[in-house]
């Protein structure tokens, strides 16, 4: 059964950083490309990032491009996203999501002062 | 980059009666390996998004047979043959096409 384990949320203050981590297990992790996509509250889904099984491609949403990094430890099973100089607007719940096929509970970040 | 709009943004339904979601892409859906990556995805309150439907039409593991998708090229549809208690929340239509880019449709809100 896949499992996907959102962490690394919080509260920051703009222009500060963030590391947020995705567990995964149930299914072969190096085998699959990886998304990060995110939901402003009461707001809609919006893809964030992606990362190639290898690890070797990442495409961004342009509203994050330059300022966030998706990575991923096929040893470890886990999937990064690190949020640099973030902004208010990026308030949200972040879910990591596999193939569109399954997606973790989310983690909110909340950037404020 | 393609938009995808997606009809009503709210949609009222009774219990035991269709209902019917409209989505439209910007552009063709159709992928160059002869596929449409336009899945659907149904988001409870207070839960993660669930992949309903992908490929347009096909349903994933453990959807009940009452939802069903359609369509073509820019023009899909998600049906709900007989609307239940539990089916209330907001459904998103999402392209997959052109790729590495999903793009999520508004959502629309299913309340009873």
């Known amino acids: 059964q896949v499992q996907l384990v959102e962490s690394g949320g919080g509260v920051v203050q703009p222009g500060r950083s963030l590391r947020l981590s995705c567990a995964a297990s149930?299914?072969?992790?190096?085998?699959?490309?990886m998304n990060w996509v995110r939901q402003a509250p009461g707001k809609g889904l919006e893809w964030v990032a992606v990362?190639?099984?290898?690890?070797?491609?990442?495409y961004y949403a342009d509203s994050v491009k330059g300022r966030f990094t998706i990575s991923r430890d096929n040893s470890k099973n886990t999937l990064y996203l690190q949020m640099n100089r973030l902004r208010t607007e990026d308030t949200a719940v972040y879910y990591c999501a596999k193939d569109g096929d399954s997606w973790g509970q989310g983690t909110l970040v909340t950037v404020s002062s | 980059d393609v938009v995808m709009i997606q009809s009503p943004l709210s949609l009222p339904v009774t219990l035991g009666q269709p209902a019917s979601i409209s989505c439209r892409s910007s552009q063709s859906l159709v992928h160059s390996d002869g596929n449409t990556y336009l899945s659907w995805f149904q988001q409870r309150p207070g839960q993660s998004p669930r992949r309903l439907i992908y490929k347009v039409s096909n349903r994933d593991s453990g959807v009940p047979d009452r939802f069903s998708g359609s369509g073509s090229g820019t023009d899909f549809t998600l049906k709900i043959s007989r609307v239940e208690a539990e089916d209330v929340g907001v459904y998103y239509c999402m392209q997959g096409t052109h790729w590495p880019l999903w793009t999520f449709g508004q959502g629309t809100k299913v309340e009873i």
């Open positions: 990362i190639w099984y290898d690890g070797s491609n990442k």
């Open positions: 149930g299914f072969t992790f190096s085998s699959y490309g």
